[in-house]
C-alpha cells in the first residue's frame, strides 16, 4: 500500500534545485558584459569546473526535457563545433590566469556525436587554454547507438574517466511510446567498448513515470542494468512538461502512470538497488559503497549542480554551447538556447549570455540551506546563519513535522530518510522566491 503522507506531497510541483536562484528567476539584466566582468575579477586560486553541451541527437525522444535538436546530417553539427571552439577562445582569453579545473563534462542531446577526430581538437583546445589538473573528473554523456570504436576510442585518448549511459527502460512497448529504440545487447556493447578505452567509470541514467511503465518492467530494466555493473545510477521521474516541450505531446497523456504509480515504480527500483548494494545519494542517485559520490555523501561533502548530485566543490563552473548554464562567485548566467543566435553571437566574438540573476540579498545563505537539505537531508540552520552573517529563517514547517517528514533538533532541521524524496519539498519551504514568479515545476516524485 502507498504511504499516504508520500500520496499527499508527491503531486505537488517544485523545483529541482540544481541552483538556487533557480533557473526561472534568471533574467536578461545579466548578460555578455556582466559575465566578462565576472570572468575578469577571478581569483587565481578559485578552482574550476567545465560543461560543455551539444543539442542535437539523430532523433528525438519524446521523453526528453533538454535543450536539444534532431539532426540526420554531420553538418550543422560540424559548424556548432567550429563555433563552440571560439567560444571557448573568447572565454578562455577573459580569464586573467588559466584557469585550474577538476571537472569536465560534456552532456547534450548526445555528445558522442562528435567525430573522433574532432573530439581529440576541441580536448586538446581545452587543455591549452585550461589548466586540467591530474586526476580531474572527466565524463561524458553517452547515447549507446551512436558510440562507435572510433569515437570510443577517441574518449579514452583524450582522457575520459567516466561515462553516463543513457537507458530510461528496456521495456519494448515504452521505447516505442518514447521514440528510443535501444536494446540491451547495444548497450552492453557500448559499456565494453568503454571500459575496453580506459573508460571505466560508468553511470546508467534510469527513468520511472514513462508512458505504458509498468512496475515489473521497471524491475525487469532494473535487473538488466545490474548486469552492467554500473558504479553510479540515476533514477529521474519523467516530467511531462508539453507546455514547454512540444514534443511532448506526441505522449498519450492517458498512457502515463498516476501519483501511486509513481510512487511505487520510484520505491521499488530504489529498493531492489539498495538490495543490490548501493548507496541511496541524496533523493535519486545511487553509487556503490566505494564511489566517490558515496564518500562525499558520508563526510558531508556532497554538492549538486545541473547535473544533479556531484563531488564537484568548483568555485566556478563555465558553460559552453547553447543553453549551457555557468555559475561563477558573483551568480549565474544561461547561454541563449536559440542555436542561431547563438552561433551568431559567438561568430561576432561575443558572450552569447541570454541571461542569468547575480547573488543578492540572502541567496548565498538559502543556496546553501538547500543545497544541504537536498545532499545530507539535514541542516543546521544555525550554523549556517552564523556563517553567513543571516538571520535564522523560521519559515512554517506544521504541515511537514505533523506528517513525519521533518523533525527540529534547536536549529537542526532533520529530513526523515524514509521521505527523503520529498526534500524538494523542504528546501522549498526555505526558498523566499519560489512565490515570486510564475514558473511550472515538475512533479515532486
Known sequence: MTDLVLLKYAARNTPRYTSYPTAPHFHAGVNGETYARWLGELASEQRGSLYFHLPYCRVLCRYCGCHTRASLKDGPIERYLDRLEMEIDTT????????????????????TLVPADRMRRIMALVRDRFDIQPGAEIAIEVDPRTLDDAR???????????????????????????????????????????????????????????????????????????????????????????????????????????????????????????????????????????????????????????????????????????????????????????????????????????????????????SEIIERLMCDLEADIGSLARKHGQPVPNPDLSELEADGIVSRDGDRIVIDPDYRTLARIVAAAFDTRLMTGNAKHSLSV
Open 152 to 366: 570510443a576510442a577517441a574518449l579514452g585518448e583524450t582522457g575520459f574517466n567516466r561515462a553516463s549511459i543513457g537507458v530510461q527502460t528496456f521495456d519494448p512497448d515504452v521505447q516505442r511510446a518514447i521514440n528510443r529504440m535501444q536494446s540491451f545487447e547495444v548497450t552492453k556493447a557500448c559499456a565494453d567498448r568503454l571500459r575496453g578505452n580506459g573508460v571505466n567509470a560508468i553511470n546508467v541514467d534510469l527513468v520511472y513515470g514513462l508512458p505504458k511503465q509498468s512496475l515489473e518492467s521497471c524491475l525487469e530494466t532494473v535487473d538488466r542494468v545490474l548486469e552492467l555493473d554500473p558504479d553510479r545510477l540515476s533514477v529521474f521521474g519523467y516530467a511531462h512538461v508539453p507546455h514547454m516541450k512540444k514534443h511532448m505531446r506526441l505522449i498519450e497523456t492517458g498512457d502515463l502512470p498516476g501519483t501511486e504509480a509513481r510512487i511505487a515504480q520510484a520505491q521499488a527500483i530504489a529498493g531492489r538497488l539498495v538490495a543490490a548494494g548501493y548507496v541511496t545519494i541524496g533523493f535519486d542517485h545511487y553509487a556503490r559503497p566505494g564511489d566517490p559520490l558515496a564518500e562525499h555523501q558520508r563526510t558531508g561533502q556532497l554538492h549538486r549542480n545541473f547535473q544533479g548530485y556531484t563531488t564537484d566543490a568548483a568555485d566556478v563552473l563555465m558553460g559552453f554551447g547553447a543553453s549551457a548554464i555557468g555559475r561563477l562567485p558573483q551568480g549565474h548566467i544561461q547561454n541563449t538556447a536559440d542555436i542561431a543566435a547563438w552561433e551568431k553571437a559567438v561568430a561576432a566574438g561575443d558572450l552569447p549570455v541570454a541571461r542569468g540573476c547575480a547573488y543578492e540579498g540572502d541567496d548565498l545563505f538559502r
Open 92 to 111: 578562455a582569453a577573459l580569464v586573467p590566469h588559466r584557469l585550474k579545473v577538476d571537472h569536465l563534462h560534456w552532456g547534450g542531446g548526445s555528445p
